[in-house]
T-cell receptor, first 110, second 112 residues
Framework: DAKTTQPTSMDCAEGRAANLPCNHS???????VYWYRQIHSQGPQYIIH???NNETNEMASLIITEDRKSSTLILPHATLRDTAVYYC???????????FGTGTRLQVFP | EAQVTQNPRYLITVTGKKLTVTCSQN?????MSWYRQDPGLGLRQIYY???????DKGDVPEGYKVSRKEKRNFPLILESPSPNQTSLYFC???????????FGQGTRLTVV
């Protein structure tokens, strides 16, 4: 299973864009990149996922490099409620297995 | 409202006393999983189920059992709990592979 590498922590000012990087250099061609976040000790919350193309939804944008070895999650206008641990996950094809790393702790400050 | 419901939310028990943590989803999802979360180790998959009567081991299955008799329910059973099973447990479900997973609110288990 492909592993991911993320920075341990990041800060972002409220209202600014938060750009969270993730490296997944051993990703296979049929593996998707998923992003989840966990606020305090609540259940992880799905944010977005993608295979090759960039994706956008109401929460965030996902930029995947052409070689698929890295990606960036963008929260366009971070709020205090976006303070959480963000997990970049490579999902094994045809199973529901999610391999969580230790994630990036994002702190949004006023 | 679409949701995954776990019960109980908090549980303190003694070593060796069998317990069951229930998980139910109302979204008609095929896939269900159990994870445990420990400080410094992240979330690790215990067991998963791709359909009714189909279950398989995840990364840390020792000391746990599961069953999937109905699509909506996926209970986690600890036949003889031990202190090293003290953890935060999450149940998750998803419609198919590669679709978003919905997580329950967690069960904080303490075994003394």
């Amino acid at each position: 299973d492909a592993k991911t590498t993320q920075p341990t922590s990041m800060d972002c000012a409220e209202g600014r864009a938060a750009n969270l990087p993730c490296n997944h250099s051993t990703i296979s061609g049929n593996e998707y990149v998923y992003w989840y976040r966990q606020i305090h000790s609540q259940g992880p919350q799905y944010i977005i996922h993608g295979l090759k193309n960039n994706e956008t939804n109401e929460m965030a944008s996902l930029i995947i490099t052409e070689d698929r070895k890295s990606s960036t999650l963008i929260l366009p206008h971070a709020t205090l409620r976006d303070t959480a641990v963000y997990y970049c996950i490579v999902r094994v094809y045809n199973t529901d297995k999610l391999i969580f790393g230790t994630g990036t702790r994002l702190q949004v400050f006023p | 409202e679409a949701q995954v419901t776990q019960n109980p939310r908090y549980l303190i028990t003694v070593t060796g006393k069998k317990l069951t943590v229930t998980c139910s989803q109302n979204m008609n999802h095929e896939y269900m999983s159990w994870y445990r979360q420990d400080p410094g180790l992240g979330l690790r998959q215990i067991y998963y189920s791709m359909n009714v009567e189909v279950t398989d081991k995840g990364d840390v299955p020792e000391g746990y059992k599961v069953s999937r008799k109905e699509k909506r329910n996926f209970p986690l059973i600890l036949e003889s709990p031990s202190p090293n099973q003290t953890s935060l447990y999450f149940c998750a479900s998803s419609l198919w592979s590669n679709t978003e997973a919905f997580f329950g609110q967690g069960t904080r288990l303490t075994v003394v």
